[in-house]
């Protein structure tokens, strides 16, 4: 059973959200997401500047025998994005939702509508 | 199980699954008019023996002529050994093999390729080979676009010094991708590509520069300072280079302050005989930071579970099969039996051969270049220094006295009329170490017969 915590908010493809106090958000991929992908060799991030569409590959993770693409969970612009990924990538494996975070955006307006609860989400993981 | 696919046993039975009664009735929905029918013009099968009267009376008529023309395919002597090990059967594949990993002694002659053409360019990391250095081109400016991540505007600046073949094939390749191809204008005087030609690019958003060394005329570029001009406005540098030059120029990766980012080239001069063309095979090395960018195949070293070492094919992610649409390119394999023939060509060689076949060549084009300036009508087009090729001026039509050279058994040159008409008569001459003081002299000879018959322009 993967971990699902409650405070963040979901995609059906597997990024989750977190709300900061600055008004930016923090994304990442769900612990769902990491373990069905495997032990990560390399994280690709977008530029900060880059403006995403909702749903747009804006990333791609790359395990051993597979390579993703991490989608935009929101509509934003790229402000930050993890640079200890470049050297650690496994830390979106062993801490998904903490060191194991991509990026954070700075969301379009009435961008964060439409994501799914964690409750949600546990029901999308449970039909996978 | 046999191993023969489609037996007539298998397409019986395949037909009768979709009730179709023939082949042929598969393709029932092509109109008519527009099938070609049989070929017409195609003649009847020959027999082994009659093709083989037929090759040899050809290659009679064509007769043994003496090769002055390199204009990037060169005429090398190959040691013997190099085709008589490229042809034993456990190599004779052109691809990498499938299950790749079953061919242990394919993938370490591809890592020692891969070891050789990252220590010969300078550069961190090496691909199993491309198809040829043009082709390799293309997927340098489409791997330029990728890496730089810091431009947008998908731009390459391309010398006209590049090899014509090189510009027209990047140009098909990259053209239907979004990129943009822009010459750049060489120096009339020394032949290369002068800082001051790029000044009005300055402040725009470019992607990459090509420098090519020696470049088509022969010339040396000022890689330094073009390197330094690329990376202070945000591009990289794209070097095309000869293989068998690199054993006496400075390699690609210390170039200007920070070296070339991407290094291509054709691996034709390395134990690869001048065959109509070819098959030859390009080669491409890069800096770790960009080999997840990188097209083609890699081959890494490793250990298994019993901590033996062996060879794997690695980061495969960015390959076709998993990263389909996504993929850095459509290369799934390499040029496997040529890149073997330059692996061991290198083996044979070693660091001093190489060096020294490369000393040669340029001291025969010196040679060659003073005997034929030495009868007047022909004099050296650009001052700029030469590796193992020059331009020649004519004072008379290039064409004429070229077919004249050819009656009396001398390929004299690439006339460059075509690719760069503004030169006038010009000619592209090249003289490797295969050339005795004997041929030049030939050559010269020849000249001084063949010229009265040609009207000075």
């Not at chain 2, 402040?203 to 420098?211: M, N, R």
Request: net charge negative.
């Amino acid at each position: 059973m993967s971990n699902i915590p409650g405070d963040l908010q979901y995609t059906r493809s597997h990024e989750w959200v977190r709300a900061l106090a600055d008004g930016t958000v923090e994304v990442g991929i769900s612990d769902h997401a990491q373990a069905a992908l495997g032990d990560l060799v390399f994280v690709e991030l977008p530029e900060p500047g880059r403006a995403l569409k909702a749903g747009e590959a804006c990333a791609v993770v790359e395990s051993v025998k597979a390579a993703s693409d991490v989608y935009a969970p929101i509509a934003g612009t790229v402000v930050t994005v993890n640079e200890q990924l470049a050297q650690s990538p496994e830390l979106v494996n062993s801490d998904p939702y903490g060191g194991g975070w991509m990026m954070r955006l700075r969301p379009a307006a009435g961008a964060l509508e439409g994501l799914l609860s964690a409750q949600a989400y546990a029901a999308v993981t449970a039909g996978a | 199980m046999p191993f023969i696919p489609h037996t007539d046993e298998d397409i019986r039975e395949m037909l009768s699954a979709i009730g179709a009664t023939s082949i042929e009735s598969l393709f029932d929905e092509i109109p008519t008019a527009l099938r070609t029918g049989s070929l017409q013009e195609i003649p009847a099968g020959m027999s082994e023996m009659e093709i083989l009267q037929l090759m040899s009376a050809r290659a009679r008529a064509d007769g043994r002529q003496l090769c002055f023309i390199g204009a990037g395919a060169y005429e090398h002597h190959i040691p013997a050994a190099v085709w008589a090990i490229v042809t034993r059967g456990e190599f004779y594949s052109a691809y990498t093999p499938y299950q790749a990993e079953a061919s242990q002694g394919t993938l370490q002659t591809i890592y020692e390729f891969q070891s050789m053409m990252t220590s010969l360019t300078g550069m961190q990391v090496s691909n199993a080979s491309l198809y040829d250095g043009a082709t390799a081109l293309a997927e340098a400016a489409l791997m330029a676009v990728r890496a730089n991540r810091r431009s947008k505007s998908a731009r390459i600046l391309l010398p006209r010094t590049v090899h014509p073949h090189y510009r027209a094939v990047a140009r098909t390749t990259a053209s239907n991708q979004g990129l943009r191809l822009e010459e750049v204008a060489y120096d009339r005087a020394q032949g290369g590509t002068p800082v001051e030609a790029l000044r009005d690019f300055e402040g725009q958003d470019i992607t990459a520069l090509v420098i090519a060394q020696p470049n088509f005329f022969g010339v040396l570029e000022d890689v330094d300072t073009l390197t330094d001009w690329a990376h202070a406005h945000g591009a990289l540098v794209i070097a095309v280079v000869n293989p068998t030059s690199l054993s006496l120029l400075k390699p690609p990766g210390n170039w200007g302050g920070r070296g070339a980012d991407i290094v291509v080239g054709d691996g034709q001069p390395l134990g690869c005989p001048l065959s109509a063309g070819g098959p030859y095979f390009g080669f491409m090395t890069t800096r770790s930071e960009f080999v997840r960018q990188m097209p083609g195949r890699i081959v890494g070293r490793t250990v298994d579970l019993e901590g033996r070492p062996g060879f794997t094919l690695t980061l495969q992610a960015r390959e076709q099969h998993i990263r389909r649409a996504k993929a850095t390119s459509n290369i799934c394999t390499n040029q496997g039996l040529l890149m073997m023939a330059g692996t061991i060509y290198l083996a044979m060689m070693g660091a001093e051969g190489l060096e020294r076949v490369a000393a040669a060549c340029m001291a025969r084009t010196a040679e060659l270049t003073e005997r034929l300036a030495a009868g007047g009508a022909v004099r050296r087009m650009f001052a700029g220094p030469v590796f193992h090729e020059a331009v020649l001026a004519l004072d008379r039509p290039a064409a004429p006295v070229l077919a004249a050279l050819a009656t009396r058994g001398i390929q004299g040159g690439l006339d460059l009329a075509e690719h760069y008409p503004e030169l006038g008569s010009a000619v592209l001459v090249c003289a490797t170490e295969t050339k005795t003081t004997a041929d030049i002299e030939a050559y010269g000879q020849a000249l001084a017969e063949a010229l009265p018959a040609v009207r000075a322009a």
